[in-house]
Every structure is written in C-alpha cells, then in structure tokens.
C-alpha cells in the first residue's frame, strides 16, 4: 500500500485551507497513493476561540468535502482533524473516507493538550476540546491502521491498546510546537513503531499561525524497524512511502516483543 502525507500551513481561511489541502490531495492521488493523510484541524488552524466559532459539525461541509476529494480521486482519505461541534461541547475529530466517499472511521482525540512551555507560552486545550473516550482502528486495504492525534503521540498505552485491536499501522495528524518538535517528534514516533512492530505515518502543520505560536512540521513515516523511510522537513509539501506488510510480519517475528508481553502482570 502507497499512503501519501500532505504537510499544510493551515490558518484562520477555510477556503484557502480547503483550496491548499486539494492541491496536495490532486498531487499525491497523481502518483498513484492508494490512502492520503492531512495534518490536524487542517481546515481551520488559529487561536482556541477562533477554532472553537469554526466548529462544525459531521457531517458538516469540511468533511462532505473531504469524503467528495475520496470519492473523485478513489482514495482513501483521512482528514486530519476538524474541531468537531456536538451537543455536549466541541471535540477534535478525525475522520476517514474510502475510495467511494464512505465514512469508514472517526476518532475523538483522547489525551488534550495542557502545558505552560518554557518560554511561558501556554497551551490549554481542555478549555475549548472535551476528550474522545474510544480507541479506533479500521481495515484500508490489507492493513489494520489504528488512529490517533497529535498530543496522543506521548502516550504508549494507546498505542499497544491500538495495536491490541489489529493495528498495523498508526496514523496521527498533528500539530506539533517548534519547541517541543525538535527535541521530542522523531524520537517519539520512532519510538513507537519500534516498540509495536508497525509502521507510523505522521502529517504535521508547519509555520507561524495565531500569536506567535510555531508549528513544526517534519510529516515523516516510520517502519516497523524504527527506520524514517519518508520525511517532508520544513515547508508546505507532500510525501510519499510504500508500506510492506510482509515486511512488517518479518519484524514481528524478528523481534517478538507482542508475543513476550507479560500482560497479566500489568493492567
């Protein structure tokens, strides 16, 4: 399977947004990507309130264009994220569509972003985002590919709980800090892959947006092995990698780790 990652410089124009996330899809869909993933709230990226007044609901019309995109392109298409508006309060969700524009998966952000960095820029997502309670995996193609959002990157359990329900693929829209990026975002995602033998695709948001703030960018995919086989650094771009799954059967019988778990030791 050929997945193809677009890296966005989203903002606060949902047109431009939606305008500059079809170029990327028209580019990939072009070199014969069979699953394309775009960055975390890829159609509007500002401050909270501004992302809080642009939540729609799904379906809505970000997510009736995105499963439009899947379905003239016969792809699969995950659309990053959108800040999703329920009865109950507003979500970060990301939704996938195959090749027919069929909803095939959604996914509410688990772990929400709360921090103070040490340059004193703040970060309080649980102020406008309710958590999501569900892991999620689907079938594209011949592979199990689990789901997950940014912040959740730091958090092992969801992804062995996502690899537990047949995930052999992890996908995670993002919207990563420059300052935590550069120390944090490869090790982590190498990480990962490494420790549940699957392989990791990540899109990133790039570039200044609302106050300052910088995202990192850096859209990269990771094998089984632990090896960066795809990476887009700074920019708006695209990337393309090829995944194995014989390959990946190979790495988990080379190294068992699944089959090693003393997991009645630890609940």
Known sequence: MKV???????????????????????????????????????????????????????????????????????????CGSVIERRDDGNYNTSVVFDRTGTEVARYSKIHL????????????????????????VFR????????????????????????????????????????????????????????NGCYIAAAGQWGQWARGKQTYGHSLVVDPWGTVIAQCREGVGTVMADLDRDYLEAVRRRMPVLRHRRSDLFR
């Open 113 to 136: 972003f709360d921090i103070v960095l040490p340059d004193g820029t703040e970060y309080r997502e649980s102020q406008f985002i309710r958590p999501g309670d569900r892991p999620v």
């Open 4 to 78: 193809g990652l677009a890296q966005l410089s989203s903002r606060q124009d949902k047109a431009a947004n939606l305008a500059a996330a079809a170029a990327a899809i028209e580019s990939l869909a072009a070199q014969g990507v069979d699953l394309v993933l775009l960055p975390e709230m890829f159609n509007h990226l500002g401050s909270d309130e501004a992302n809080a007044q642009a939540a729609e609901p799904i379906p809505g019309p970000s997510t009736e264009w995105a499963a439009c995109q899947a379905r003239e392109k016969g792809i699969f298409l995950h």
């Open 140 to 195: 594209c193609e011949e592979f199990g590919v689990g789901l997950a959002i940014c912040y959740d990157l730091r958090f092992p359990e969801l992804f062995r709980a996502l690899v537990d329900r047949g995930a052999e693929l992890v996908l995670l829209p993002a919207a990563f800090t420059v300052a935590t990026g550069m120390y944090h975002w490869e090790p982590l995602l190498r990480a990962r892959a490494i420790e």
